[in-house]
């Protein structure tokens, strides 16, 4: 029986196959799972991909360009940048006022910044485990982006 409607393939073949399509290269990783000798293919999403959604939504914005800080790929608002994505990580990492990172770090929901040992006290990185926020608090790092931006 195929493992994928349509599909003539299954096992490993077809996992190679599904893994390769740039319909589901976007998606996430392909995940090898056995169940009664049996393989399947299951796609998780991946950090990489979540931040690309979200990429995507705040590119929306006027003012809001793609580019990289330190080697991650990041956003910035008129030159400003608010918000990255460390791969090695798998998190989000966004500029906020140091009381809101203080916040979101006694939390839980987040991780101090400190690339090669040294902190970045606005900034703060989520996990994957607090995925739940990544929206909410990116658009709260563009909004500060924009009041900073302002002020300037």
């Known amino acids: 029986m195929p493992a994928w409607p349509g599909c003539h393939r299954t096992g490993d073949d077809f996992l190679d196959v599904l893994a390769s399509t740039s319909t589901w290269r976007g998606m996430g990783r392909v995940v090898r799972t056995g ?20 990429e995507d939504r705040l590119l929306a914005d006027r003012g809001v ?12 608002l008129r030159g400003r940048f608010f918000a990255s994505f460390d791969a090695q990580a798998d998190a989000l990492v966004i500029k906020l006022p140091r009381q809101r990172v203080r916040e979101l770090i006694g939390e ?15 900034w703060v990185s989520l996990p994957i485990a607090s995925v739940d926020a990544w929206d909410q608090l990116a658009d709260e790092a563009r909004r500060f982006a924009r009041l900073h931006e302002s002020a300037s």
């Not at 101090?112 to 970045?120: D, I, K, L, S």
């Open 108 to 122: 839980g929901l987040g991780e101090p910044f400190a690339p090669a040992g040294r902190v970045f006290r606005e």
């Open 65 to 76: 360009e793609r580019s990289t800080m330190m080697g991650f790929p990041c956003l910035r």
């Open 35 to 54: 169940r009664r000798g049996r393989e399947q293919a299951v796609v998780d999403r991946t950090a990489g991909a979540l931040y690309e959604d979200i």
